[in-house]
């Protein structure tokens, strides 16, 4: 899942809808009928690409309008390519339990290696065999190995346990880098 993040892409979808459009729609139209968030329409009137008024009928309801203002001195948005992926809730929770499990000392459950007790618990997979493979595989994973790092660093008290955790790996190196921890250049 991607944070909340207004890309090129989706701008390029505004511009397209308000073109066919004549220029001007409302906000409850382009969220009903063409799928265009809110939080996307306020983001593209920050960089400057949209502007808003209230047409306000004689009867009825005020609606919002977005107007396309086209290019005057306006920022481009990053591509979605180079904008991160937060970390999945079930990652993050498999990178906590395997290091509780190695803080422990190798405790085994099951007659399996933490990590993979680890995956077991978390996943529920139907055989040992597929648990092995896909802990070996989630293992892999850049996010997966930040947020160990993470909890590691935590388990250490080398971070204050209050400290919420970065949603993106990158974010968690910046963060133990700042903090001068030795394990941030490891993943």
Request: net charge positive.
């Given at each position: 899942?991607r944070?909340a993040?207004?890309c090129?892409?989706r701008?390029?979808?505004i511009?397209?809808?308000?073109?066919?459009?004549?220029?001007?729609?409302?906000?409850?139209?382009?969220?009903?009928s063409?799928?265009?968030?809110?939080w996307?329409?306020?983001?593209?009137?920050q960089l400057g690409?949209?502007?808003?008024?209230?047409?306000?009928?004689?009867v009825?309801r005020?609606?919002?309008?977005?107007?396309?203002?086209?290019?005057?001195?306006?920022?481009?948005?990053?591509?979605r390519?180079?904008?991160e992926?937060?970390?999945?809730?079930?990652?993050?929770?498999?990178?906590?339990?395997?290091?509780?499990?190695s803080?422990?000392?190798?405790?085994r459950?099951l007659?399996?290696?933490?990590?993979?007790?680890?995956?077991?618990?978390?996943?529920r997979?139907?055989?040992?065999?597929?648990?092995?493979?896909?802990?070996?595989?989630?293992?892999?994973?850049?996010?997966?190995?930040?947020?160990?790092?993470?909890?590691?660093?935590?388990s250490?008290?080398?971070?204050p346990?209050?400290?919420?955790?970065?949603?993106?790996a990158?974010?968690?190196?910046?963060r133990?880098?700042?903090?001068?921890?030795?394990?941030?250049?490891y993943?």
């Open positions: 899942m944070p993040i207004l090129r892409e701008l390029e979808r511009q397209r809808v308000l073109k066919r459009l004549g220029g001007v729609a409302s906000v409850r139209d382009l969220a009903r063409h799928s265009i968030y809110g996307e329409i306020e983001q593209a009137a690409w949209l502007t808003f008024s209230i047409r306000r009928p004689r009825g005020p609606a919002r309008m977005v107007e396309f203002r086209g290019l005057t001195n306006a920022d481009f948005p990053p591509p390519w180079s904008i992926k937060a970390i999945r809730p079930r990652h993050c929770l498999f990178a906590l339990h395997s290091v509780a499990k803080v422990r000392r190798g405790r459950s007659g399996m290696p933490g990590r993979v007790s680890a995956y077991v618990s978390i996943y997979p139907r055989s040992r065999r597929g648990a092995r493979t896909s802990t070996s595989r989630l293992l892999k994973r850049r996010d997966v190995r930040a947020a160990q790092q993470w909890f590691y660093a935590q250490g008290r080398e971070l346990l209050d400290e919420r955790m970065p949603d993106t990158s974010g968690i190196r910046r133990l880098r700042e903090l001068g921890n030795r394990r941030a250049d993943f």
